[in-house]
């Protein structure tokens, strides 16, 4: 049995190595570019910690940026749906800032977005794309899939 010096020596151990166990971990995937030949190759990205992650799943599709709205902070006045059967899906590139994640994604999927993909100006390390803490437990609904943030360079075409 341990005497008390002990105890508060565990305590003291256990208090310490705490926060230093604990970690962020970023959860990554990656997007293919086939097209064009310029932006062609493999890109590290952060999925979204919203919605119903496809985890170890494909999604081929094309990739659209709007003319207008960009950051998709508010409703698209122009459908991204796919119209004929069997034809590829659409998926946003939207620029990072200016309002939630949850928002721009919500907004795109009104439109008829299959996913998202947030680019962001700067090239800086990766973040995991959540919810805002006081939003936690108030969701739009169901979100579709976010691939995620990656450099902004990838949307441009030469």
């Not at 604990?22 to 293919?32: A, D, I, L, P, T």
């Not at 962001?120 to 739009?140: A, C, F, Q």
Request: aromatic share 10%.
């Amino acid at each position: 049995m341990m005497g008390p010096a002990w105890c508060a020596v565990l305590a003291v151990l256990l208090a310490a190595a705490g926060p230093a166990a604990g970690r962020f971990v970023v959860e990554k995937n990656s997007v293919s570019v086939t097209s064009p030949e310029a932006l062609k190759g493999k890109y590290e990205c952060a999925i979204g910690n919203f919605g119903v992650p496809q985890y170890g799943g494909t999604l081929q599709g094309w990739v659209v940026y709007p003319k207008n709205n960009k950051d998709a902070c508010k409703e698209f006045e122009t459908s991204f749906k796919s119209h004929k059967s069997g034809e590829r899906p659409n998926f946003v590139l939207i620029d990072r800032g200016e309002c939630f994640f949850t928002t721009k994604a919500w907004n795109a999927q009104l439109a008829g977005a299959a996913a998202i993909l947030v680019v962001d100006s700067k090239d800086e390390p990766l973040i995991t794309m959540d919810n805002p803490e006081e939003y936690r437990n108030k969701s739009h609904g169901k979100h579709h899939y976010s691939l995620g943030s990656y450099n902004k360079e990838i949307g441009r075409g030469p």
